[in-house]
Nanobody, 111 residues
Framework: QVQVVESGGGLVQPGGSLRLSCEAS????????MGWYRQAPGKQRELVAR???????NYADSVKGRFTISRDNAKNTIYLQMNSLKPEDTAVYYC?????WGQGTQVTVSS
């Protein structure tokens, strides 16, 4: 079982930025796809961004142009850079690697 640990959440004002990190307990360079999901209160978990082993990415329409997913194979870590944050981005953000999920990190966007 892959262990996955997220970090980097917090409280930020609208328009601000945060960077989430997700460290895996295994080498990630050959893992086909990894991603970030989020779940807001009362809503289903949704895909935010995904990155493949070749570096191809895809994003939810709601975050395109504001969020960037990246990976550092040497550190077995993926990142989610979130800019121009909006109140509707408030959610618990989860990292997914193969069938493993992290514990989630809270992101709150509020003035």
């Amino acid at each position: 079982q892959v262990q996955v640990v997220e970090s980097g959440g917090g409280l930020v004002q609208p328009g601000g930025s945060l960077r989430l990190s997700c460290e895996a307990s295994v080498r990630i360079f050959s893992i086909y796809a990894m991603g970030w999901y989020r779940q807001a209160p009362g809503k289903q978990r949704e895909l935010v961004a995904r990155i493949t082993s070749r570096g191809n990415t895809n994003y939810a329409d709601s975050v395109k142009g504001r969020f960037t997913i990246s990976r550092d194979n040497a550190k077995n870590t993926i990142y989610l850079q979130m800019n121009s944050l909006k109140p509707e981005d408030t959610a618990v953000y989860y990292c997914n690697i193969m069938t493993s999920w992290g514990q989630g990190t809270q992101v709150t966007v509020s003035s």
